[in-house]
């Protein structure tokens, strides 16, 4: 079983909709969560972190549910420019503290006009 | 800051070469990952640094991949004998590990083709 998995779409959704999608991780020691945006043969970039009692920035909006181990976006009023792959992120410490930024393959949003 | 810089940006090799693919992290961030991308298995972690050491291997999928980290600024990682099924992007990432919450800031990849 993977680590971080996810949906890999892609969610085809109208110009100005709502999309949300989830990823699940298996290791419950894990202890940082973030959503990453990757464009079309570009590096990852950070879209934001992910807060136990969720979190919003802007449009965005990230959740946090560790008993079911379970991490959402949701993406309101989507534009063109929010066309991406959207990879989860988990931060799995080992006992020394050093953090395994491991991801999840993504899941690709495509926004339609 | 310049960011993470990767080199080559492209590279394409025969089958039985050795392939050095070099990484300059962010000045001041103390961890470093390698990571392979590609459609069928997405971004994998090959390996990871924390203050120039080797954390996590357990990626590496075989011998002939190796990755060294003599000094802070600089990181390699060697492909010999390099294959085609070697053919992907692979991002370098560096962190400023500041406890729970560490952002990576990736370079631009390096895409590697192995014909």
């Known amino acids: 079983r993977k680590e971080v998995e996810q949906d890999p779409g892609p969610f085809n959704v109208p110009e100005g909709a709502t999309v949300a999608f989830n990823c699940t991780y298996s290791n419950s020691a894990s202890q940082s969560f973030f959503w990453y945006r990757q464009d079309c043969r570009k590096e990852p970039k950070l879209l934001m972190s992910?807060?136990?009692s969720g979190n919003e920035d802007g449009r965005f909006t990230a959740q946090l549910n560790r008993a079911s181990q379970y991490i959402s976006l949701l993406i309101r009023d989507s534009k063109l420019s929010d066309s991406a792959t959207y990879l989860c992120?988990?931060?799995?410490?080992?006992?020394?503290?050093?953090?395994?930024?491991?991801f999840g393959a993504g899941t690709q949003v495509v926004v339609t006009p | 800051d310049a960011g993470v810089i990767q080199s080559p940006r492209h590279e394409v090799t025969e089958m039985g070469q050795e392939v050095t693919l070099r990484c300059k992290p962010i000045s001041g961030h103390n961890s470093l990952f390698w990571y392979r991308q590609t459609m069928m298995r997405g971004l994998e972690l090959l390996i990871y640094f924390n203050n120039n050491v080797p954390i996590d291997d357990s990626g590496m999928p075989e011998d002939r991949f190796s990755a060294k980290m003599p000094n802070a600024s600089f990181s390699t990682l060697k492909i010999q004998p390099s294959e085609p099924r070697d053919s992907a992007v692979y991002f370098c990432?560096?962190?400023?590990?500041?406890?729970?919450?560490?952002?990576?800031?990736f370079g631009q990849g390096t895409r590697l083709t192995v014909v």
């Open positions: 992910v807060y136990s």
């Open positions: 990432a560096s962190t400023k590990s500041r406890g729970r919450n560490t952002e990576a800031f």
């Open positions: 992120v988990v931060n799995i410490p080992p006992p020394d503290s050093w953090g395994k930024l491991q």
